[in-house]
């Protein structure tokens, strides 16, 4: 590359990362200003971060949304995990042509528009008194394609030779999925705890149709519901906003290098 | 004799074994995917408020072809996926590329602010995006400093601009996702094919025209496939960052969904119906771009 063209990408590489960190700049500024402030442009941090954490605490319930979301997306993140893995090394190692089908079936799932059977599924869960729970908030996307076929995908990669050498020392199917295959596919476990926290946390329109419950709201929730009053507290509405970010940041970089490699491996 | 009796159970144990494991996924996935599509197949022939519902054949899908806010729906989802995706493919490609390149330093950097987006929930980011456009808002007050505005300028009352702050939102939110899945495909392309192209006399752009884009058509393909669906699913930026207005105009197909279900006097026949032509435009969509996907062979 010559000096010219090398300026040129690292400029063109600078003002869009400058572009991707900036909102999120804006929010933690915002989140220690006041509100007037913010509307008269401050890019500095201020000092009022104390006084919008209690103006933010005592109008919403802001323990109440912060515990559910992480109830509802650590017990998602877990056993959406292990039914999604062990499907997908199921696919992959035990694969014949039935299981084939079944596979190419699941896949059709993907296209589902979550719209198309939020309708239906309320009203199952209604029925089922599942409405303002944890295990409502989990069941509809506790198992998906993607995650499956993430896992299949790795688990091509699994050596043969491994798990002969199990079942020559004892071992059944289960425990060699336990103690071989889990431990080798830490980087896949990665990535795909990555993606699924982060949905779950995220999720937005379940919470919306099935949590009416004002404990029961989420983080989202609650800073959707800021934003609806008449008048708009920047200070406030900015520190909800980033106590709902905060989480799946610190999760995106504790994980951050295992899941280049996980999306890798499910890429391939 | 005994011994191949004793290997075909212990092929069949293993066949047993593969199904337990892969049941209960599978399971969820019909009772929480399949079951309620079929419902909501049956709903759609339905109309009624709440629980009252009488089958109506096909009135619903008539219906929806003549109701003006879901044409507009319709019409926006289509507006941004026909102008964002394209946009954001592109630029996740071109900065993937660059990415790939080993004279370049601080790609670490680079690539885990581009990312860091998606680390935001999609309600933050649509909050910060209305706030950031707001009549008093930070882009305003830079717009009317440098000159260009003397007043604030309602971003979000005018539907062009308020559909221009959703495609804006969209692509920094999403740029970043798929560029890793970029990344992650170029690892698998030998770099002497790009050192060698050079020695050849390509240009870096004949090289991303010539070798990147036609090596990475696979993934190229999944994420084309992922954002189409994604996009004509759109839901959190319509309903938290322009709530749909001004009067309808950037409300997209889910949200009017979800409206017509929960928040006016219920007609879920009539959503149903809706969300039916949702599936049948991402299978299409799916369809034609496999289809088109498999002919620059």
């Given at each position: 590359?010559?000096?010219?063209?090398?300026?040129?990408?690292?400029?063109?590489?600078?003002?869009?990362?400058?572009?991707s960190?900036?909102?999120?700049?804006?929010?933690?500024?915002?989140?220690?200003?006041k509100?007037?402030?913010?509307?008269?442009?401050?890019?500095?941090?201020g000092?009022?971060?104390?006084?919008?954490?209690?103006?933010?605490?005592?109008?919403q319930?802001?323990?109440?949304?912060l515990?559910?979301?992480?109830?509802?997306?650590?017990?998602?993140?877990?056993?959406s995990?292990?039914?999604?893995?062990?499907?997908?090394?199921?696919?992959?190692?035990?694969?014949?042509?039935?299981?084939?089908r079944?596979?190419?079936?699941?896949?059709?799932?993907?296209?589902?528009?979550?719209?198309?059977?939020?309708?239906p599924?309320?009203?199952?869960?209604?029925?089922?008194?599942?409405?303002?729970?944890?295990?409502?908030?989990?069941?509809?996307?506790?198992?998906?394609?993607?995650?499956?076929?993430?896992?299949?995908?790795?688990?091509?990669?699994?050596?043969?030779?491994?798990?002969?050498?199990?079942?020559?020392?004892?071992?059944?199917?289960?425990?060699?999925?336990?103690?071989?295959?889990?431990?080798?596919?830490?980087?896949?476990?990665?990535?795909?705890?990555?993606?699924?926290?982060?949905?779950?946390?995220?999720?937005?329109?379940?919470?919306?149709?099935?949590?009416?419950?004002?404990?029961?709201?989420?983080?989202?929730?609650?800073?959707?519901?800021?934003?609806?009053?008449?008048?708009?507290?920047?200070?406030?509405?900015?520190?909800?906003?980033?106590?709902?970010?905060?989480?799946?940041?610190?999760?995106?970089?504790?994980?951050q290098?295992?899941?280049?490699?996980?999306?890798?491996?499910?890429?391939? | 004799?005994?011994?191949?009796?004793?290997?075909?159970?212990?092929?069949?144990?293993?066949?047993?074994?593969?199904?337990a494991?892969?049941?209960?996924?599978?399971?969820?996935?019909?009772?929480?995917?399949?079951?309620?599509?079929?419902?909501?197949l049956?709903?759609?022939?339905?109309?009624?408020?709440?629980?009252?519902?009488?089958?109506?054949?096909?009135?619903?899908?008539?219906?929806?072809?003549?109701?003006?806010?879901?044409?507009?729906?319709?019409?926006?989802?289509?507006?941004?996926?026909?102008?964002?995706?394209?946009?954001?493919?592109?630029?996740?490609?071109?900065?993937?590329?660059?990415?790939?390149?080993?004279?370049?330093?601080?790609?670490?950097?680079?690539?885990?602010?581009?990312?860091?987006?998606?680390?935001?929930?999609?309600?933050?980011?649509?909050?910060?995006?209305?706030?950031?456009?707001?009549?008093?808002?930070?882009?305003?007050?830079?717009?009317?400093?440098?000159?260009?505005?003397?007043?604030?300028?309602?971003?979000?009352?005018?539907?062009?601009?308020?559909?221009?702050?959703?495609?804006?939102?969209?692509?920094?939110?999403?740029?970043?996702?798929?560029?890793?899945?970029?990344?992650?495909?170029?690892?698998?392309?030998?770099?002497?094919?790009?050192?060698?192209?050079?020695?050849?006399?390509?240009?870096?752009?004949?090289?991303?025209?010539?070798?990147t884009?036609?090596?990475?058509?696979?993934?190229?393909?999944?994420?084309?496939?992922?954002?189409?669906?994604?996009?004509?699913q759109?839901?959190?930026?319509?309903?938290?960052?322009?709530?749909?207005?001004?009067?309808?105009?950037?409300?997209?197909?889910?949200?009017?969904?979800?409206?017509?279900?929960?928040?006016?006097?219920?007609?879920?026949?009539?959503?149903?119906?809706?969300?039916?032509?949702?599936?049948?435009?991402?299978?299409?969509?799916?369809?034609?771009?496999?289809?088109?996907?498999?002919?620059?062979?």
């Amino acid at each position: 590359m010559t000096k010219g063209k090398k300026f040129l990408a690292y400029s063109f590489l600078t003002v869009v990362s400058l572009l991707s960190v900036f909102p999120l700049y804006w929010m933690m500024v915002a989140a220690t200003n006041k509100s007037v402030a913010v509307s008269r442009g401050t890019l500095m941090f201020g000092t009022e971060l104390l006084n919008n954490t209690k103006k933010l605490f005592a109008s919403q319930n802001v323990y109440a949304a912060l515990g559910n979301s992480f109830k509802y997306s650590i017990v998602m993140t877990l056993i959406s995990l292990f039914i999604c893995s062990i499907a997908g090394y199921g696919f992959e190692i035990f694969h014949d042509k039935a299981k084939d089908r079944v596979m190419s079936i699941i896949l059709l799932a993907m296209m589902v528009p979550f719209a198309a059977i939020m309708i239906p599924l309320y009203q199952m869960f209604s029925k089922a008194n599942l409405l303002n729970s944890t295990l409502g908030f989990i069941l509809p996307s506790i198992s998906t394609p993607f995650l499956i076929m993430m896992f299949r995908q790795s688990a091509r990669s699994f050596p043969v030779d491994i798990m002969e050498a199990a079942r020559l020392d004892g071992l059944n199917e289960f425990q060699i999925f336990c103690r071989m295959f889990i431990p080798t596919m830490r980087s896949t476990y990665a990535a795909a705890m990555t993606i699924t926290f982060m949905n779950a946390w995220n999720s937005y329109l379940w919470p919306k149709v099935i949590m009416s419950d004002a404990n029961s709201i989420t983080m989202p929730m609650m800073v959707a519901n800021l934003k609806s009053g008449y008048v708009t507290d920047y200070g406030t509405l900015m520190l909800a906003v980033l106590l709902c970010t905060i989480p799946t940041v610190i999760v995106f970089f504790l994980l951050q290098k295992s899941f280049a490699e996980g999306i890798t491996g499910a890429v391939k | 004799m005994d011994n191949s009796k004793k290997k075909l159970s212990l092929g069949q144990k293993q066949s047993l074994a593969g199904w337990a494991f892969l049941t209960p996924a599978v399971l969820f996935i019909a009772v929480m995917s399949f079951l309620p599509m079929i419902q909501a197949l049956f709903l759609s022939f339905q109309s009624g408020k709440g629980a009252n519902l009488s089958w109506t054949g096909v009135t619903n899908y008539v219906r929806m072809f003549q109701d003006p806010v879901f044409m507009q729906a319709l019409k926006n989802n289509f507006i941004y996926l026909i102008i964002q995706v394209p946009i954001m493919l592109i630029l996740a490609l071109i900065l993937a590329s660059l990415l790939n390149n080993k004279d370049l330093r601080f790609k670490g950097l680079f690539r885990t602010a581009i990312f860091l987006p998606c680390a935001t929930s999609l309600v933050s980011y649509a909050v910060i995006f209305r706030s950031l456009f707001a009549v008093d808002g930070l882009i305003n007050i830079v717009l009317i400093k440098l000159g260009f505005l003397s007043t604030g300028y309602n971003f979000l009352g005018h539907p062009n601009s308020a559909r221009i702050v959703i495609i804006l939102a969209l692509i920094w939110r999403w740029t970043g996702y798929n560029m890793v899945f970029y990344l992650s495909g170029l690892q698998n392309i030998e770099y002497s094919i790009y050192e060698s192209a050079k020695i050849d006399g390509a240009s870096p752009i004949q090289s991303f025209w010539g070798i990147t884009v036609p090596l990475l058509k696979p993934t190229i393909l999944l994420t084309a496939i992922m954002s189409t669906n994604g996009t004509l699913q759109l839901f959190d930026e319509s309903v938290n960052l322009t709530y749909g207005g001004p009067s309808n105009a950037t409300i997209t197909m889910s949200h009017y969904i979800y409206n017509v279900s929960f928040k006016y006097v219920p007609n879920f026949g009539y959503a149903a119906a809706m969300s039916y032509l949702i599936l049948f435009l991402v299978a299409v969509l799916a369809f034609l771009q496999m289809k088109v996907g498999d002919k620059r062979d």
